[in-house]
């Protein structure tokens, strides 16, 4: 089974460009997670999906940050102009469902993209 | 103060050494508690999930919980090369892994 795919892997932009990052989940999966993630810290959630609807975005710098999940299924978040803070690795997750202690619960996190900006 | 706190190591030991992992909180509501391990340009990946506090053992792995003091410990015994990552906790006060909060990671090295 294939896991939680991102791309592009890696992404170097100037500030104020903007930027998107691709997430395919595991087939099957019901919900999906953006994350960002500072070196040396954990990560921290942006955005929570329950198939197609966005149903935690309280973390999503909305001035500047925007995602979509077209159809329930792949999901795209974007910069828009991004800024110097904003290079991290953003975490793409999914799992059956979000309530689940255990096994449907269970979140798989993809590598990940490694954003800088100059 | 952060609501997780995490030693970021680096912490190196050689390999068969038992290794003792470790975070405190502050939220008294936290109620479940996960180990991650993530390797360098890797997501991270589920190791263990307790609820409340005990101990919960797999394989090398045992989680133990002290909800009294606020403290965490994931143990590895026989600690090998290939346990060599980062190794983050994660709480929520609610069941599922919808409101995660993540310590910062402690990084293990362990050396053949």
């Known amino acids: 089974e294939a896991g939680v795919v991102q791309s592009p892997r890696y992404k170097i932009i100037e500030k104020k460009q903007p930027v998107a990052f691709w997430c395919n989940p595991i087939s099957g999966h019901n919900t999906l997670y953006w994350y960002l993630q500072n070196l040396g810290q954990g990560p921290e959630l942006l955005i929570r999906y329950e198939n197609e609807e966005a149903v935690d975005d309280s973390q999503l710098p909305k001035d500047r940050f925007s995602a979509e999940r077209l159809k329930g299924v792949d999901s795209t978040l974007k910069i828009q102009p991004a800024e110097l803070g904003d290079s991290a690795v953003y975490l793409c997750?999914?799992?059956?469902?979000?309530?689940?202690?255990?096994?449907?619960?269970?979140?798989?996190f993809g590598p990940g993209t490694r954003l800088t900006v100059t | 103060q952060k609501e997780v706190e995490q030693d970021p190591g680096p912490l190196s030991v050689p390999e068969g050494a038992i290794v003792s992992l470790n975070c405190t909180y502050s939220?008294?509501?936290?109620?479940?508690f996960m180990w991650y391990r993530q390797y360098s340009r890797k997501g991270p990946e589920l190791l263990m999930y307790?609820?409340?506090?005990g101990n919960k053992e797999d394989g090398r792995f045992t989680a133990q919980v002290d909800k009294s003091s606020k403290y965490i410990s994931l143990f590895i015994r026989d600690s090998q090369p290939s346990d060599s990552a980062t190794y983050l906790c994660a709480m929520s006060a609610f069941p599922g892994y919808s409101t995660l909060t993540f310590g910062k990671g402690t990084m293990l090295l362990v050396s053949p």
């Open positions: 939220n008294s509501a936290f109620q479940y």
């Open positions: 997750a999914s799992s059956l469902d979000s309530l689940g202690i255990a096994g449907a619960g269970e979140q798989y």
């Open positions: 307790t609820y409340s506090s």
